[in-house]
């Protein structure tokens, strides 16, 4: 049991709201992601070396995640990790099948993976977020979850979350609205405006670069970065107020 004792206290009379983002702050499904991208990226550069004569390295469970995948939409990761590898795929259409080789077949491709061993493994949560959004709803935070994952709707039911948030965004919507994904900020912006809050007094929180670099672009009053995999510096230089290890760092007041 983690008995770390909370380090850093998120006022009510500061800010009105708190939106996290889903992957890596609140459910551990981004080793689930992790798995997915490396069996497609893996499988493909495999593919893709030997027709054109060229040996491509594996993909980085970590450093190639964290760099050009971890936060963005699907689609914008997909092209985002070809173009650190110069390859040049035909952007195709979000309907393509997971068979073609463009950027939409690739990152649907890696949704049929995803889904696969969400099914087979399941979710697990951080019980600390958990713990804080209750303590945080029980002082009259809104509250709301942000993720690039067209899963999310899916993924908080299976974890049994569904009902700690006033509101939603995820990737359905970031297609729907034609909303930019992160580092953009559009995301965040679209789930403040959904509970009426002004950014200035919402906080974010969030695991990615991407997402820190969105919550700073956004104006919101504090940007709050989780380091569960040794980035600090990274995450304070994209623009966190604050990096915590773990949300038991954090309280309510």
Not at 27 to 39: D, I, R, S
Not at 95 to 119: H, I, M, Q
Not at 202 to 231: L, M, N, P, S, W
Request: aromatic content about 8%; proline content about 3%.
């Amino acid at each position: 049991m983690n008995t770390q004792t909370a380090q850093h206290v998120l006022r009510r009379s500061d800010y009105d709201a708190v939106i996290f983002d889903l992957d890596g702050v609140i459910t551990q499904t981004a080793t689930l992601h992790k798995l997915a991208w490396k069996a497609l990226f893996d499988d493909f550069l495999e593919s893709y070396g030997s027709r054109h004569g060229e040996t491509q390295p594996s993909f980085d469970a970590d450093s190639d995640y964290r760099r050009y995948i971890d936060g963005k939409a699907r689609y914008d990761g997909v092209a985002s990790f070809l173009a650190s590898r110069s390859i040049e795929l035909p952007y195709g259409d979000p309907s393509d099948g997971p068979e073609l080789e463009t950027v939409c077949g690739l990152g649907n491709k890696k949704n049929e993976l995803y889904r696969e061993l969400l099914a087979r493994l399941g979710v697990e949560v951080y019980p600390s977020t958990v713990d804080l959004i209750h303590a945080l709803r029980a002082k009259t935070f809104a509250t709301a979850v942000v993720s690039a994952s067209r899963n999310c709707a899916e993924v908080l039911e299976a974890a049994g979350l569904t009902n700690l948030f006033d509101t939603r965004v995820d990737g359905i919507d970031l297609e729907r609205m034609q909303l930019r994904g992160k580092p953009e900020p559009d995301s965040f912006l679209e789930a403040a405006r959904r509970i009426g809050v002004e950014p200035a007094r919402a906080v974010v929180v969030e695991d990615a670069i991407a997402g820190v670099e969105a919550g700073r672009k956004g104006g919101f009053g504090c940007v709050i970065g989780v380091d569960r995999t040794g980035h600090a510096e990274a995450l304070k230089a994209a623009g966190a107020d604050l990096v915590v290890t773990d949300l038991v760092e954090l309280s309510a007041d």
